[in-house]
T-cell receptor
Framework: GQQLNQSPQSMFIQEGEDVSMNCTSSSIFNTWLWYKQDPGEGPVLLIALYKAGELTSNGRLTAQFGITRKDSFLNISASIPSDVGIYFCAGQGGPGAGSYQLTFGKGTKLSVIP | DADVTQTPRNRITKTGKRIMLECSQTKGHDRMYWYRQDPGLGLRLIYYSFDVKDINKGEISDGYSVSRQAQAKFSLSLESAIPNQTALYFC??????????????FGDGTRLSIL
């Protein structure tokens, strides 16, 4: 089946720094999604990307859908303490997969040092 | 997402017991999903439903069953719980939509511990 490699697994950064994380896949997806999960809560959708090459922003967050449709990155600018959490990428759809089908990365745990 | 409500939020039970987890949504979505989250493994799909009484197996359905008797409700049952079913369980919903893949929206989860 489809697999996603998400990196880094964890990162510690200073408040105010920029953050970058990415996901790569062995197969193509029709949609890339980025979620954030806080402790004790469910994943919350941050950004959805629908076209290869698409670059989308949501406040201090920017994500891109790779041209090959096999990768995506998420950047966070000027990090703040509430950015702490686990960030998940997810690929949706693709050849041989239903349009509903999500494949999740294993997450990037972000810690922000004040 | 407050529009997707899971009950209970936490449950501790013993091996062999029958357990039901409930999910209800006010988003008006037709599609509903149950996932399991384990440390280091991410989220894995257990069952999904595209409409009332429509049931489909996901990646890891063994040991679980589901029921979709109304559009807004989707319940997950463990008929005879075993310790390796200890995990975080999430319900999600999405709209069927047209043209683009509709993203899924998650509830806040049920933490299930089986002793």
């Amino acid at each position: 089946g489809q697999q996603l490699n998400q990196s880094p697994q964890s990162m510690f950064i200073q408040e105010g720094e920029d953050v970058s994380m990415n996901c790569t896949s062995s197969s193509i997806f029709n949609t890339w999604l980025w979620y954030k999960q806080d402790p004790g809560e469910g994943p919350v959708l941050l950004i959805a990307l629908y076209k290869a090459g698409e670059l989308t922003s949501n406040g201090r967050l920017t994500a891109q859908f790779g041209i090959t449709r096999k990768d995506s990155f998420l950047n966070i600018s000027a990090s703040i303490p509430s950015d702490v959490g686990i960030y998940f990428c997810a690929g949706q759809g693709g050849p041989g997969a239903g349009s509903y089908q999500l494949t999740f990365g294993k997450g990037t745990k972000l810690s922000v040092i004040p | 997402d407050a529009d997707v409500t899971q009950t209970p939020r936490n449950r501790i039970t013993k091996t062999g017991k029958r357990i039901m987890l409930e999910c209800s949504q006010t988003k008006g979505h037709d599609r509903m999903y149950w996932y399991r989250q384990d440390p280091g493994l991410g989220l894995r799909l257990i069952y999904y439903s595209f409409d009332v009484k429509d049931i489909n197996k996901g990646e890891i359905s063994d040991g679980y069953s589901v029921s979709r008797q109304a559009q807004a409700k989707f319940s997950l049952s463990l008929e005879s719980a075993i310790p390796n079913q200890t995990a975080l369980y999430f319900c999600a919903t999405s709209d069927s939509g047209t043209g683009v893949n509709q993203p899924q929206h998650f509830g806040d989860g049920t933490r299930l511990s089986i002793l």
